[in-house]
Every structure is written in C-alpha cells, then in structure tokens.
C-alpha cells in the first residue's frame, strides 16, 4: 500500500489483508479539514457506523448506486503525523464482492493503486459549525449525521 502524504501524515491507502475473501482495511476518516473545508467529528461517525452495518453496510463504487461491497468491521484509532501529533480516525475492514465484472474491475483497480481511499456517504441534520482550523483557515465541523454507504474512491475528499 502506497500512502499519499497530507497535512504531514499517510491518509490515503487500502491495505488488503486477505486477497482470496477480497478483504482490506482503510482510513474512512480522520479528523482533519478535508479538502470542502469540512471536518467529520469522529465521535459523531462512531454514533452512526453501527447503524450503517445494521442496515447491510454497503460499499459503493465512488458514491454511485454501484453497491460492490460491504463493511465488516469499524474501530476508533489514532493516526499520527510526522510531528507527532495525534488525530482520531475512523478504520474500516471490508470485503469487495466476486459476483459481477464491475466487482472484479475495482478489486483490480485497488490491488492497483488506483483506488485509494473511502468515502463517506451520508449528510448532516445539524447546521454547520463554524471553527478557525490550527492554520487560521475556517472550517466547519459536521455533527448529527447519517450514514447511507461508503464509498470506494480514486481520490475522496477526506485527505
């Protein structure tokens, strides 16, 4: 797994734990201002992931209504940048289903590279909330989510 490197530590990057169940790991969000100038608060995400998995936990295929997995797992972490700071993250375990060509074409594409990260698929019912980020931009906070999928990408928002 190769590793895109923002805001001084690695995001980005699926790690595939079982090539023949078609199982991998990864970052569905860190605390961190994404590149809309949100910040997903990660206690708000754990409220709602036990719904997600209740409700099947589908893995889409870039936020389209290409369901192509589903999620098996989620943990609270803690990722580090190269300072030494420390951020919450959310990791995810999934597996990429072997029914369908499309199935077949994005397992490829993660073993690849070419997909390289998750995405959350969901909305907030609470106004955003406004905060000056630690380099004096403003940012907004999202609270009171849903979650409907997570999407496989080749570039998600969330660093």
Partial sequence: MEGVFFNKF??????????D????TGLLSVETVDKQGEMIVIDELMKV???WMRRGAPMSNTHTNQIIGRGLDFKKVKVKDSDG???????????????????DDIWNRMKK???RGLSFGGATKADRIPFVWKD??????LIDLEQYEVAICEDPANQ
């Fill in 10 to 19: 690695v995001t980005k990057g699926l790690k595939i734990t079982d090539k």
């Fill in 21 to 24: 169940r078609r199982i991998f």
């Fill in 49 to 51: 992931l036990p719904i």
């Fill in 85 to 103: 700071g420390t951020y919450s993250a959310i990791e995810i375990t999934g597996e990429v289903f072997k029914d369908y060509s499309l199935d």
């Fill in 113 to 115: 590279g070419e997909y």
């Fill in 136 to 141: 004096g931009s403003l940012a907004y906070k």
